[in-house]
Structure formats: C-alpha cells, structure tokens
C-alpha cells in the first residue's frame, strides 16, 4: 500500500538535521504504532504544559486520553503531541559528534473534545487495543457512567513532522578516526516482562493468551 | 541525606489523582537520573511545541541539549520539561481502571541559554555523562569552534512536578473482582544491548570497560 506522503507546511518542515526528516506516512503510523504513551503540549495562560498522556489511532486520527490539559482545551486550542523512541546511544569519537539514535513523530492540531457517545466508545477501543491488544473484548465494557467520566481528545494525523536516526557516529570518516578510539552505538531496547497478577486475584485465575505471549517481547 | 520538600505553586499543585503526587526532591532527582532524554515545551508564535532533547543535572539546575526550539527561546521564555519513564500496563478487571505505572517529573521555569564558556563546558559535562558515563574523559573534548557552536539551555529545578504509579489495580477489592477475569500488571523494562561497533573502526578496537559493562543491564 502506497500513501501520500505528509505534506510540509511551516509547522512540519524540517529546518535542522534534515536528513533526519521523513515524508513518509508509513514512518508515521510506525512510530505512532510502536508505542502507547506521548507527550502532548498544550498553552495554560502564556505557559507551555507537557503532559505524559496515553494514546490510540485509526487512519487520518489520534486519539488522546484526557488528562489535566483537558481542562484547557477548549475548541480549536492549539496541541502538539509528540512521541518518541529512544533506540540507542551514538557514542562519537569526539563528544560533539555523540548523539542518539531514535524515532519521534510530532503532531501539530487542534485537538477536539470527542463528544459522540459512538465516536467517544470506538475511540477509547482504539486507544485501549494500542495500549493493550485483546483486553477491549476481554475485560468488562465501559458503562454509561464510566463513559461520561471519561475525556477523549481527538486530533488529526495530517500536520506531523517525522524524525528518525539510525546507525553509527558519523566521525568515522573524518580526522577523528585517527584517534584509534572505540566508537559504535550502545542500543537500548523495551521489553515486556512477565506479568505480575495482583495479589488480591483467586491464585488458579488463568493469565489469559493475549497477555503471557507478550512477556519477554520486545516493545517500541 | 533530607532534602527540602518540592514547594507547592500554582503550576506544581496536583489537581487530580493527587495520590500519585510526589513533593518528595529526591523522587525528582531519582526519575530525571533514569533517563536522558526529555521532552521540552516552548510556546512559537502562540502554538506549543514539544521536542525531544538530551539533557543533565547538577543539584539545582537541569542542563539541556540546544535544538530547533532554542531559537525561540529568548530571556526569560517560559517552559515545561517532562521526563517520563512508563513502567507497565496496569491491566485491571474493567476497562476504566486501565491504566500505567510511570514515574514522571514535570519542570517549570524559564529557560537560560548558557553563555559563560566555563559553564558551557561544565553543563555539557554533565549532560554527556549522564547519557554516557565514562565518555566525557575518553572521547575527544569540545574544540572553541564546537562549543561554539552548541547551544545549552539551563533550566531551575525549584518548580517541580513529580507523579509515580507503582503497583496493581484498583479495583482488586470492588465488585467487578467477582468477574473472575485475570488483572495485574504486565511490566515494561529498558535494557542496554551489547555495544555495536562502528562498521569503519577497525576490527582489533576495545571496546572501553565504562561502555561493555552496560551491555545487559537495565536503564530507566
């Protein structure tokens, strides 16, 4: 499947380590896909506000659990929700050189308040199978109340600026290399344990499929 | 050692879930020790923007990496820095009482950029060696012209957010544990892999011990 690629507007183009820039929405999906916790950004009087938020998305959206910013979120408030992985150290022969290796969506919008009762369930199902695949369908549904309890952000995927580095230091061909020092990349890798059942849970409770084949996987 | 308490402000107080609120200083240093990379808050032009950056400490000030919102960062802008490390998926018996096990520092304040050469140095000794331990002495130093041309932000750590999950499901003790569906917790770790040589080093290079002996390990 072929995508358009993002467009790039002033909010999205890449004016610093353009290399590093991508176009490519199936980068995006990607990035968005491999994690379930991002940072969004919001202005409270004059001052900026990161909150750590969870998250979920279909095609063309992303779905963002409301936190303390939702208060702030009136119609047409400006967001940036940002999202990253940090996948290794790029230790350089010179400090400046040294980096790291990473993927990082950013998402600029207009978040909305979901309020469609429909809208509002399949968003919380999309955010709750990113986060934790099979527990929509096997844990109890949200009930009416539960579900009036809840703030649901909704924000469009098409204004978003993509960055990924991979691979080694880049002095390894420079005057450096003569300095006969070690250079590579230290990785750093997400992995699911095993899971810990709540000690109030009846001991014989089975830990369903969809939860034990993720213990000792790899996540991001 | 007893440290201060963090100071409740307006920007700090916690207005909701107040029970994973922390004024506890040493729990701000542990969760910005765990990590390196954070995500920064600006406001551009009336719109936030959240970036990716590398950063360091000393006892009282963050030190963080120059980037694409550092050119808008004049004297005296405000902005928000949230380190975040997600620790599990909190896996309970309805889905409204999903949720993460995280530990999270939001910080205030407003940014300096860094001037004075001998504190350029010395914060971005602190940053490189808190990313990288050992490297700061072993790689090449910064030359004038690479100092130069690093940009170093200097943050206060006086107005400070911390929030911490740990632990199980809440609703192990109310009427849905009758369910008898499985809940716990399914934990997210980060793990330093074996260091990776640069392709273009050559082949008999050590790889330093300050380096080989993460390998393995956990981060975070």
New interface residues.
Partial sequence: MTLDPLPETD?TRH??LRDQGSLDRADLHAILDAG??C?????VE???????T?YGRDEGQLYLHG??ASRSLAGGT?????V?H?D??V??????E?G?N?R?A?I?GEARKVTDPEERLEG?RRL?EH??PG??S??????RK?LA??TLLALSLEEASVKIRTG??DD??GP??E????????????????????????PE????AH?SR??GTR?G
Same sequence: chains 1, 2.
């Fill in positions: 909010l004016r610093r379930f916790v940072h969004l950004g919001v202005v004059g001052r900026p506000l990161v909150v750590p969870v936190s303390v400006p967001v940036c929700v940002t990253t940090v290794g150290l230790l350089a022969r010179s400090v400046f040294h790291v990473y990082s950013m600029h919380l709750t986060a934790a527990q929509w096997y844990a109890r549904s949200p009930n539960e309890a809840t080694a230091p390894g061909d450096d290399a300095l006969g020092l070690w250079a590579g990349v230290l990785p750093l890798a997400s992995v699911w344990g095993a899971p810990v059942a709540d000690p109030l849970l009846p409770t089975p830990v369903p939860i993720r213990g996540h």
